[in-house]
């Protein structure tokens, strides 16, 4: 076990009572014998009791960090010794890959898996990274551990071309690729090894849950309020984009420093707040021009404000902070080099999630392509 081994005895003892509690209740959700765990349980459960930080809802390669490791959770019913699982999908480029066969297609997956997974790391200062397994089998859960590896393009081989998609592998691992849902998978493989946590089903949860219900005063879970305690913010222009071609403009927001009417510095970018954002929100940002804690992934505070006409700009103090981190270390564009949409849907993403901690402190997240579209229907 290449993470969960290093762990204090108290913290995974503590992770294998919260399984062992919650998949007990399975009879709330199905009367088989194979333990329910839903994927997002487990990786809160997982976060909790290893006090990882909680990448889930970012949608990027991981779902989890602890120290340097990035870690990706998966929860799957044992179908035997091997299993096949989705680790990316590709809708943005469905039509490209659909146009591609054989060996420009794999290369092409494994291009943009592999940039996806060094966009992660560089987005949480992650160096090694695994993949942390639970199998539910008949009343037992199997957890192992394997490695998170890049596509080796140099050993890719037995690729299997069909209607319905690709399959192929390198040294290392076996991939398939499906077609209508842009989707690639990986097999997994359930080593002898595993940890085997034997799981008692009861019979009736329902008694134990009201019994527990009519013993503690409940507490209300504190809701996520859009423009209480988060905003998403695109990375792209409203005004130059039209339907189904968003463009990130070539003289403004984080291509600023391309624009024109005086010498400007290399790095001043911005990202833009639309103007609805405001009307819609009055009091979630700060007042213009006034400075701010702003927590990148990394764990880094950078100095930050709201700038420009209609406070349409979020920036930080110094500017080049924010290219610095966003452009350089976590884009890796040299400088000089215009920010395009395509940059962005390689890696997954279009837009970010600005988290209000306090009225001083703010959280900046990656968020999926079409993430702004789907907040600006929903809550603008």
């Not at 998966?74 to 890959?97: C, Q, R, V, W």
């Not at 707040?273 to 021009?289: C, G, T, V, Y």
Request: include cysteine; hydrophobic fraction near 35%; charged fraction near 25%.
């Amino acid at each position: 076990m290449i993470f969960i081994s290093s762990q204090p005895d108290n913290s995974k003892k503590l992770y294998f009572n919260y399984l062992k509690a919650i998949c007990s209740l399975s009879k709330l959700f199905s009367d088989s014998e194979i333990p329910y765990l839903y994927y997002r349980v487990a990786e809160n459960i997982f976060c909790k009791s290893f006090n990882a930080d909680n990448f889930s809802r970012d949608d990027l390669a991981f779902d989890a960090k602890k120290n340097n490791i990035g870690i990706g959770l998966k929860t799957f019913t044992e179908k035997g010794k091997y299993t096949t699982e989705k680790i990316a999908e590709f809708n943005a480029f469905s039509k490209e890959l659909r146009s591609l066969d054989n060996t420009k297609l794999v290369l092409r997956l494994s291009d943009l898996r592999n940039e996806r997974i060094r966009f992660a790391k560089r987005t949480y200062g992650v160096e090694n990274s695994i993949y942390h397994c639970i199998a539910r089998g008949k009343n037992i859960l199997k957890i192992f551990e394997t490695n998170y590896e890049l596509i080796d393009k140099n050993a890719i081989r037995n690729i299997k071309y069909s209607t319905a998609g690709v399959q192929f592998n390198d040294a290392k691992n076996e991939y398939c690729f499906n077609f209508s849902k842009s989707t690639l998978y990986k097999k997994f493989e359930i080593p002898v090894n595993s940890i085997d946590l034997p799981i008692q089903i009861l019979d009736d949860p329902y008694e134990l849950i009201l019994t527990l219900f009519k013993k503690v005063d409940v507490i209300q879970p504190i809701s996520e309020i859009p423009g209480e305690n988060y905003i998403i913010l695109p990375l792209y222009s409203l005004r130059e984009s039209k339907k189904g071609n968003k463009v990130v403009a070539e003289k403004s927001g984080l291509n600023q420093w391309n624009a024109g009417g005086r010498k400007r510095d290399i790095g001043e970018v911005y990202i833009p707040i639309p103007i609805q954002i405001h009307k819609s929100f009055p009091n979630f940002l700060p007042p213009r021009d006034k400075s701010f804690n702003f927590h990148i992934p990394t764990g880094e505070i950078l100095s930050a404000k709201v700038c420009q006409e209609n406070s349409k700009a979020l920036m930080t103090n110094p500017n080049n902070a924010l290219s610095d981190w966003l452009l350089r270390k976590v884009l890796k564009l040299k400088e000089g080099k215009l920010l395009t949409y395509e940059n962005l849907k390689i890696l997954g993403i279009d837009s970010v999630r600005i988290t209000k901690i306090d009225k001083n402190n703010f959280k900046i997240d990656f968020t999926k392509i079409d993430s702004y579209d789907e907040f600006q229907e929903n809550y603008l």
